[in-house]
């Protein structure tokens, strides 16, 4: 004889397969839009869900199945939901990646991703003054003639 499914289980797979249409990879990472100068652009998001279901049978004078089994009364409910917040945006062109995002701290992104810039350009200062203290401080070159005057 098959069990038959509980009330409760029907109320969750309805709940899920909803959230399940809602929510998928393009939520999180959207579809890519390219740009005339060959630039490429990625939406990003953040995504959270929940989920919640619940129910109570009751006993006394129940339903009955086609074989004349007592079923209980059932009563119960399901919810979900679903937020989708913009992260930023991920921009692909002229040989970097770079995220742009959308809340107001715009700021210190820009700093961190502007970091690995400026400690480039700061090497190269070091690497010019270090190269012309080397060629200050090396002997001049020998005389047309070969010869190199006694000191």
Do not use: W, Y
Request: aromatic fraction near 4%; charged fraction near 15%.
């Amino acid at each position: 004889m098959q069990v038959p499914e509980h009330p409760i289980e029907g109320l969750m797979k309805t709940a899920m397969e909803s959230i399940k249409e809602m929510v998928n990879v393009n939520v999180v990472v959207g579809d890519p839009v390219e740009t005339a100068d060959g630039t490429v652009v990625i939406p990003v998001s953040r995504v959270a869900c929940g989920f919640g279901a619940g129910g109570g049978e009751l006993e006394a004078q129940g339903r009955q199945t086609h074989d004349g089994e007592q079923l209980p009364f059932f009563g119960g409910g399901s919810g979900a939901g679903v937020s989708v917040q913009p992260v930023g945006f991920l921009v692909v062109g002229q040989g970097q990646v770079r995220l742009l995002p959308v809340d107001g701290n715009a700021v210190i992104d820009r700093l961190i991703d502007l970091a690995p810039q400026l400690v480039s350009q700061i090497q190269s200062i070091f690497k010019r003054e270090h190269n012309r203290n080397q060629v200050a401080m090396s002997p001049p070159p020998p005389p047309p003639g070969g010869t190199i005057p006694p000191m």
